[in-house]
């Protein structure tokens, strides 16, 4: 079974700061990797996704993430965060080849961007 | 392309009352899906369809919930005698293959007092 950990659940920052949000897996697969943000009383919007070649994916809104498969890490960063950047972030995998694209999610990290 | 919709956004119910939620997915995907998530946590996999065929279900899916896609369109969840720990926001999302990703809706904010 695969597991997501975002360990941490809250990430205060300033704004224009850069941010880095932290996420590891688990699995004896390979995996694909996504990031999600969620505003408050919203669905889920996909930031980005890696599902193979380069490591480094870039997603919307300034936001990019690595792909480290020694250290099973998929962190997700932005150099000069926005107000508006305020929301809660998920970390998420998928395995490919299973007949359906089921997401495990981790618990997500809260970004609280002051002026 | 109008997105994911559900509804309603927000019900709230007593104990033991039947709640239905119904999502319309974009319309050129085939694959529609159902989470949950309650307070603090991410959201969890409750069921899948492909087309009309309900091809998943997890066991988190207790026999008081019951999930239709009719005609492969839109979709319902139901849940029967609701109890407390039923409360969370019921997420339904949509993708046109097996790689990439969904579009998620807005979600159901279910309430039971």
């Known amino acids: 079974a695969q597991s997501v950990t975002q360990l941490d659940s809250q990430v205060p920052v300033f704004e224009e700061a850069p941010v880095e949000l932290r996420c590891n897996y688990s699995?004896?697969?390979?995996?694909?990797l996504f990031w999600y943000v969620q505003y408050p009383n919203q669905g889920l919007q996909l930031l980005l996704k890696y599902l193979s070649g380069s490591t480094l994916v870039k997603g919307i809104n300034g936001f990019e993430a690595e792909f480290n498969k020694s250290q099973t890490s998929f962190h997700l960063r932005k150099p000069s965060v926005h107000i508006s950047d305020t929301a809660e972030y998920f970390c998420?995998?998928?395995?490919?080849?299973?007949?359906?694209?089921?997401?495990?999610f981790g618990t997500g990290t809260r970004l609280l961007v002051s002026p | 392309d109008t997105g994911v919709s559900q509804d309603p956004r927000h019900k709230i119910t007593k104990r033991g009352q039947n709640v239905t939620f119904r999502c319309d997915p974009i319309?050129?995907?085939?694959?529609l899906y159902w989470y949950r998530q309650t307070l603090g946590q991410g959201p969890e996999f409750l069921t899948y369809f492909q087309n009309e065929a309900q091809l998943e279900k997890s066991r988190l899916l207790s026999d008081r919930f019951s999930a239709e896609r009719p005609k492969g369109s839109f979709s319902t969840l139901e849940i029967q005698r609701t109890e407390q720990g039923d409360s969370a926001m019921y997420l339904c999302?949509?993708?046109?293959?097996?790689?990439?990703?969904?579009?998620f809706g807005s979600g159901t904010r279910l309430t039971v007092v």
């Open positions: 999302a949509s993708s046109p293959g097996l790689v990439g990703g969904y579009t």
């Open positions: 998420a995998v998928s395995v490919p080849n299973t007949g359906f694209q089921k997401l495990v």
């Open positions: 699995s004896s697969v390979s995996v694909y």
């Open positions: 319309s050129e995907h085939n694959r």
